[in-house]
């Protein structure tokens, strides 16, 4: 399950579960987002985005999901796996033309064998 | 492997040293970072070059000093830092155009003693 508190949230599943990570953003003039993982000891690294003109879009085993309604925003993971455990980023572009993302918090996903 | 390389990859310091890190990118960007990360935190930005120009200072402290020789290099000078400027700092690269993600090195591990 997952627990939100003072420290890092966590996500904890089961491997070959489906992994659902969620993200709110702040400012409703963001036009771009990207999902990024970071792995201990190692620095983010880029997994998918979307614009803020479509819905979903899908990579290999994941999916992003945005609803610009409720400024949420998520990340679906299929069949998670050992390897992707690690801190999970969203990042907003707020519009205008900016190239300077702005962070959120985190989600710590742990997979157990 | 990491498109950006940042050198050293951990670095102890006292408070009356001077240091610098370095980062290095070929992929052509004209956009380069320098974040700093605490444990279980986002990334914090502190500098955006654009073009080997500083075009983001968010109010780092002096003893922060970034430089951008070329387009492919970033320095980041340091001198009289403070135990709570322990921390990860991470170098990343961007196409200087919106709506595209960030390239991050796997950052340098900074003690300061």
């Known amino acids: 399950g997952e627990s939100v508190g003072l420290h890092l949230p966590t996500l904890s599943v089961q491997e070959g579960d489906n992994s659902i990570i969620n993200c709110a953003y702040s400012?409703?003039?963001?036009?771009?987002f990207i999902w990024y993982k970071q792995e201990s000891g190692k620095g983010p690294q880029f997994i998918i985005d979307i614009r803020s003109n479509m819905d979903k879009r899908q990579g290999q085993r994941v999916t992003v999901l945005l609803n610009k309604t409720v400024k949420h925003l998520s990340l679906q993971i299929a069949a998670t796996q050992p390897g992707d455990s690690a801190v999970y980023f969203c990042?907003?572009?707020?519009?205008?033309?900016?190239?300077?993302?702005?962070f959120g918090r985190g989600t710590s996903l742990i997979v157990h064998p | 492997d990491t498109e950006v390389t940042q050198t050293p990859k951990h670095l102890v310091m006292g408070m009356t040293n001077k240091k610098s890190l370095k980062c290095e990118q070929h992929?052509?960007?004209?956009?380069m970072y320098w974040y700093k990360q605490k444990a279980k935190k986002p990334p914090e930005l502190m500098f955006v070059y654009s073009y080997e120009k500083l075009s983001i200072n968010e109010s780092v402290p002096s003893r922060f000093s970034p430089e951008c020789p070329n387009s492919s290099l970033l320095n980041l000078h340091l001198h009289a830092l403070q135990p709570e400027d322990s921390a990860l700092y991470l170098c990343a690269s961007s196409q200087d155009v919106p709506d595209q993600p960030q390239h991050f090195g796997d950052g340098t591990r900074l003690s300061i003693l």
């Open positions: 990042a907003e572009n707020i519009g205008g033309g900016s190239y300077i993302p702005t």
């Open positions: 400012n409703s003039a963001s036009d771009y």
């Open positions: 992929m052509g960007h004209r956009a």
